[in-house]
């Protein structure tokens, strides 16, 4: 059993950065792919980011591509997403999410394959 808590959301303003983290508790996180997903208002939740156990390998979505980065410290079984250069359509539930895979550098893209979430944090970004 892993749990998974997020932290780090918040009201900012356009342009601002916002760093969220995501502590894994239980088994080592190292076993598992990460993932950050986001949930707009009325819209589906979609994959912003992820990244494979080893670290090695990461996915961004289009929508946040050169613009945020995922990252991991297996020591502090703690995933982070660096959101850069924030945009009002940003506005989202972000939850931080984690799938059990044998190899440490495939990444896992849909929901389903996803065994842990996190309750999700709150990020609001202003005009």
């Known amino acids: 059993q892993v749990q998974l808590v997020e932290s780090g959301g918040g009201l900012v303003q356009a342009g601002d950065s916002l760093r969220l983290s995501c502590a894994a508790s239980g088994r080592t996180s190292s076993t598992y792919v990460m993932a950050w997903f986001l949930q707009a208002p009325g819209k589906e939740r979609e994959l912003a980011a992820g990244i494979s156990r080893s670290g090695v390998n990461t996915y961004y979505s289009d929508t946040v591509k050169g613009r945020f980065t995922i990252s991991r410290d297996n020591a502090k079984n703690t995933v982070y997403l660096q959101m850069n250069s924030l945009k009002p359509g940003d506005t989202a539930v972000y939850y931080c999410?984690?799938?059990?895979?044998?190899?440490?550098?495939?990444?896992?893209?849909?929901?389903?394959?996803?065994?842990?979430w996190g309750q999700g944090t709150q990020v609001t970004v202003s005009e």
């Open positions: 999410a984690a799938g059990r895979t044998v190899s440490s550098t495939v990444i896992l893209y849909t929901e389903d394959v996803f065994d842990y």
